[in-house]
């Protein structure tokens, strides 16, 4: 990246934060535990591993370096969290700087697309196309430097594959948003590219969960689109040898590759699957355990690709897993983090809406929505799941109130943990889908079955839309880091808690001051090695959910600005696209010289879709999946159903005992 006249060290002025040096550790030896590194780690979207350790099982178990790392990486964590030596960060950057190395460098000729974004009136027509140019800029960097490639780094202007001849995976991936923003011509090349390369018969294992939401969602994503939206970036349609829709004939094919891994005895999916035997393969790492998400996040594109086939399979495989997880009876609807795939047995009670917790929730609500609110199983579940987030999770910081979602690492019946991912900053956006349903806030308001607990749910997702706001605002950059933990009241007091009690709910500030002396800024306890920003679209996404459903200008308008902090400290030099970058608290930040395959097919997606008309991909007409890939509502219609029915619960949730909840078989 360009540096600007001066190069700004910036970061916190907190007292008492960790050293880098020992975050950097943990960071390493954590690796070394998993099996990943930085040559071989694969851009993930729930940070899950790609690549696995060998097998350890002929060496003595007092030799295993990952056994003496995971004893040290103890001690380390041990000296990070109870104290360790402090280290100060440097002082941060002042204000009147901070905005003039910014607008020396939106002013650079690399950005002069955005020459217009310091005009008083504002234009949303032309904002999204300076996102348009953002994709533009990004793709063409790619087709000069990475074409075809599944990862690519744009400032080495390198790249590599995931499998030996590739997966498609930014391809694939950003076709919807190619549609949606009309762009023929990089379209064309797309999808000349899947026609005459993809191909899915590789004798390698992927992640079912990955290849399922980016592979499988983007390639029924571009079928839906081009066949329902023509006037969408108007290509000829491409068929295949069978003379079958393009898009979906690969669909089918990787499907039907996918399908090995939910061969486990429980009916849980295996974690990864080679694509050439077609079996299901468990976790290298983490005990052989599957993670809740990745579970529990595949529904929408099974269900939807039964729909387009008539293929039943599809959908009873997929909903299978849905049973099965809810014949856990676990308390309140929330689920612990990882089972074992073969017993469908909880492995820990870590809690929490963050990494491989996440999208179980969002598919609750979307799956209940996607079958046109004909499966009232699935909003039972959601509305469990909130009141559960609501009586457990949802707490207050101590300094300005502010609303976080903590997390519970050993269970319900232990502390909460004040920390929030950004992965986390989905929710709010969920929460208010949840609450209309994707109908806008004033027709909701008008139907019958309104009640004081939506209206509680707007209020609690507006709140922590706030608090992921301050995510952005409290760094140097304006863009957010990867997470943040809270100073919480003490004693944690409790959303639920305190509307069961008939108390107010705490107070926080109406707007959230950019000012680095700001109050509510002592509130964000962010620790070294989370400084990081990877592109991601959760808080975009949350600002379109919101900015549709509510109406508020404010979600636009900060929408605006993080599209300028990501073109002002993310842009890479000679127009080269993008990159992920290291610390959002330095002045410049430093790159970690890549391009997430989500940068294209989710964030910059959600930005367009908040500066256009609401008539482009309604709400009420469409879900979208945990990629941003959208698909349509449907009927179920005579041939599909669902196949199963809660067990009976009691007043308080929890699961009554009859002969048939027993454990499922080992």
């Not at 390639?219 to 295949?240: E, G, I």
């Not at 689920?335 to 963050?354: K, M, S, V, Y």
């Not at 301050?470 to 933990?485: M, Q």
């Not at 179920?636 to 499922?664: C, E, H, V, Y």
Request: charged share 20%; net charge negative; glycine share 6%.
């Amino acid at each position: 990246m360009s540096g600007g006249p001066t190069t700004f060290d910036n970061a916190t002025s907190r007292q008492g934060r960790r050293a880098t040096l020992v975050g950097e550790k943990i960071n390493d030896i954590s690796n070394m535990i998993t099996g990943t590194d930085k040559e071989s780690e694969l851009p993930m979207y729930k940070d899950k591993p790609y690549n696995y350790a060998p097998s350890q099982r002929r060496i003595p178990v007092y030799r295993r370096p990952r056994l003496i790392a995971l004893l040290v990486f103890a001690v380390l964590c041990g000296l990070y969290f109870s104290g360790g030596s402090p280290t100060l960060r440097p002082p941060p950057v002042p204000d009147n700087v901070r905005e003039a190395w910014k607008a020396s460098q939106l002013s650079k000729p690399f950005s002069n697309f955005l020459t217009d974004s310091k005009l008083p009136t504002t234009n949303w027509n032309d904002r999204r196309d300076r996102v348009r140019d953002a994709f533009k800029i990004s793709w063409a960097a790619y087709e000069q430097h990475g074409w075809g490639l599944d990862e690519y780094h744009p400032l080495s202007q390198t790249g590599r594959q995931m499998v030996p001849n590739g997966m498609g995976w930014i391809i694939v991936d950003a076709l919807d948003t190619m549609m949606i923003m009309n762009l023929t011509t990089e379209l064309s090349h797309a999808r000349d590219w899947i026609q005459s390369s993809l191909n899915y018969d590789q004798d390698h294992d992927v992640s079912v969960f990955e290849t399922t939401i980016r592979m499988l969602g983007g390639l029924l994503s571009a079928h839906y689109l081009s066949t329902t939206f023509p006037d969408l970036a108007p290509v000829p349609p491409v068929r295949s040898a069978s003379n079958d829709d393009l898009y979906l004939e690969i669909a089918t094919d990787l499907a039907d590759r996918l399908l090995g891994a939910y061969e486990s005895r429980s009916g849980i999916p295996y974690a990864s699957v080679n694509l050439h035997t077609r079996a299901g393969i468990p976790s290298h790492a983490d005990a052989g355990a599957s993670s809740t998400a990745e579970a529990s996040t595949l529904q929408l594109e099974m269900k939807y690709l039964a729909k387009l086939t008539g293929e039943t399979n599809y959908w009873e495989k997929a909903e299978k897993i849905m049973q099965v997880l809810d014949d856990r009876g676990m308390k309140d609807g929330l689920l612990p983090i990882f089972l074992q795939p073969d017993t469908a047995l909880f492995q820990g009670n870590n809690i929490r809406l963050g990494s491989r917790g996440d999208s179980y929730y969002e598919y609750l609500i979307k799956q209940y929505l996607q079958t046109s609110e004909q499966e009232p199983v699935y909003g039972e579940m959601w509305d469990d799941a909130v009141m559960g987030i609501r009586k457990h999770l949802i707490t207050y910081t101590k300094g300005s109130n502010l609303t976080i979602l903590g997390e519970r690492p050993q269970g319900l019946n232990a502390p909460v943990f004040p920390k929030m991912d950004h992965l986390v900053c989905f929710m709010p956006g969920t929460i208010a889908l949840g609450a209309t349903k994707g109908r806008t806030l004033e027709e909701a308001r008008m139907s019958p079955t309104w009640s004081e607990r939506q209206e509680e749910e707007i209020e609690l997702a507006r709140q922590l839309t706030k608090t992921c706001w301050g995510f952005y605002l409290v760094t140097a950059t304006g863009l957010s880091p990867e997470i943040s933990h809270f100073r919480l009241q003490d004693p944690p007091v409790f959303m639920q808690d305190l509307l069961n009690a008939g108390e107010s709910l705490p107070t926080s500030p109406d707007q959230l001051s950019s000012t680095g002396s700001s109050q509510w800024r002592t509130d964000y306890d962010i620790h070294n090695q989370d400084f990081h920003n990877m592109q991601r679209p959760e808080f975009v996404e949350t600002l379109f959910y919101m900015w549709r459903i509510t109406g508020d200008i404010i979600y636009r308008d900060w929408g605006w600005q993080i599209f300028e902090n990501f073109v002002a400290y993310t842009s890479v030099p000679n127009g080269g696209g993008f990159s992920s970058v290291n610390d959002v608290d330095k002045i410049p930040p430093p790159s970690r010289d890549n391009m997430e395959s989500f940068w294209l097919a989710e964030t910059l997606k959600y930005l367009y879709l908040l500066f256009s008309p609401s008539d482009l991909l309604p709400l009420e007409d469409v879900v979208f999946n945990t990629e941003a890939h959208p698909m349509p509502r449907f009927d179920m219609g005579k041939l599909f159903q669902t196949g199963w029915k809660r067990k009976p619960r009691d007043q308080n949730g929890n699961m009554i005992a009859t002969p048939d909840s027993q454990q499922p078989q080992t």
